[in-house]
């Protein structure tokens, strides 16, 4: 009995992993977080270097490989020729388990909640696989569910993970935003600080997908200055005052492009840019640039910052620096008018949940009674 059950603790363990490593990949390969937020310790992980394995000069994510793995140990552990091999796999896995665990903990310095769920589950299937090996009786003895409602179980749970971010519900574009938008328009509006360098990344690929779509896009910038940025506010400062003057745009040029954005190197920009220096100067001494700085971050504040740059692109919402392909497609879905649609969390998932129950209990081990 012991073996049959250090089996089935095998079996639950890795399809309990395949489905957290399926949302942790949803994090890595999507537009905006899923499951974990941008100031989470996942998207630590994931910014680190450390989420990724480069093979051939390709970036691999872990959670990836993990699916992998799982996957594998699954089969294992379901094949009757090589159920004697599934000890070793698992603890096997449960060592690497505890070895990403202390990296988080010691080399990273931050704990994804996904990430340490996965290392605790290894480390389950490696004592469940040590029971397997050490423990009594007839590993092939029924034991919880019969051997085809694993395989079913196993397709759940990397399937709804995956799939969520297809069918849920656009997020909600903030009021403060959509009061810019125009109707017939690619409305893009993007939330930027001049001294965060994924907001320089993003930059100049940001304008050549809008110059891509000539006459079709209206684009506004909103200033969101962090603290921890210590000349950020003085650059928003110029910025807005360069507006007032119908520079903004080139002034965001030149400021995301200098390495130098202390208040007189700003200045000088400004004056490059053919700027009334007068009206400059009143405009940061007298506060009024201050006054827009903080109406434009607080549309963000209010939402929820979750990182920078944030940009909506019609019904979507893109965090941070990601690739051409994901802001064009948001683009060609903006041009094509699509908005809010999907399945809200609150169906979706207890859908899936009762898909789980129903297979669990169609294939539960009867045993027979006297």
């Not at 872990?62 to 698992?90: D, H, S």
């Not at 959509?178 to 990344?201: M, S, T, W």
């Amino acid at each position: 009995m012991r073996r049959a059950l250090g089996l089935f603790g095998v079996r639950l363990a890795a399809v309990l992993s395949l489905a957290v490593s399926a949302a942790l990949l949803v994090d890595y390969i999507s537009s905006t977080p899923t499951f974990c937020g941008v100031g989470s310790g996942c998207a630590a992980v994931r910014g680190s270097g450390f989420g990724y394995l480069v093979v051939s000069e390709i970036a691999v994510p872990v959670p990836a490989l993990g699916l992998l793995a799982f996957a594998v140990l699954l089969g294992v552990a379901l094949t009757r020729g090589l159920l004697r091999w599934a000890p070793a796999f698992a603890i096997i896995g449960g060592v690497i388990g505890l070895g990403l665990f202390g990296m988080q903990a010691f080399k990273i310095g931050h704990l994804c909640s996904l990430c340490v769920t996965v290392d605790a589950l290894s480390v389950t299937a490696a004592i469940c696989g040590i029971l397997q090996w050490r423990g009594e009786g007839d590993v092939h003895e029924p034991f919880g569910l019969r051997w085809g409602a694993w395989p079913l179980l196993g397709v759940l749970a990397v399937l709804g993970p995956l799939t969520w971010p297809r069918l849920r519900p656009t997020a909600p574009v903030p009021i403060g935003v959509q009061k810019l938008y125009l109707p017939g328009k690619i409305n893009v509006v993007e939330f930027a600080d001049y001294e965060c360098p994924y907001c320089r990344r993003l930059h100049p690929e940001l304008k050549a997908i809008i110059e891509s779509y000539p006459g079709k896009v209206n684009f506004t910038r909103l200033n969101l200055p962090l603290k921890s940025h210590p000349f950020a506010h003085g650059a928003a400062q110029a910025q807005v005052c360069a507006r007032e003057q119908g520079k903004g745009d080139e002034m965001a040029d030149r400021l995301f492009l200098s390495e130098d954005l202390r208040s007189e190197t700003n200045r000088d920009l400004a004056k490059q840019l053919g700027v009334e220096l007068g009206a400059y100067d009143k405009c940061i001494a007298s506060g009024a640039a201050d006054k827009i700085i903080d109406a434009e971050s607080k549309i963000l504040l209010d939402d929820g910052l979750q990182g920078l740059p944030t940009t909506y692109v019609g019904a979507q919402t893109i965090l941070g620096a990601q690739g051409e392909e994901v802001f064009r497609n948001a683009f060609d879905r903006a041009e094509r008018g699509e908005g809010e649609h999907g399945i809200p969390g609150a169906v979706y998932w207890p859908i899936v949940l009762a898909l789980a129950a129903a297979i669990s209990w169609g294939g539960r081990v009867r045993r027979a009674t006297l």
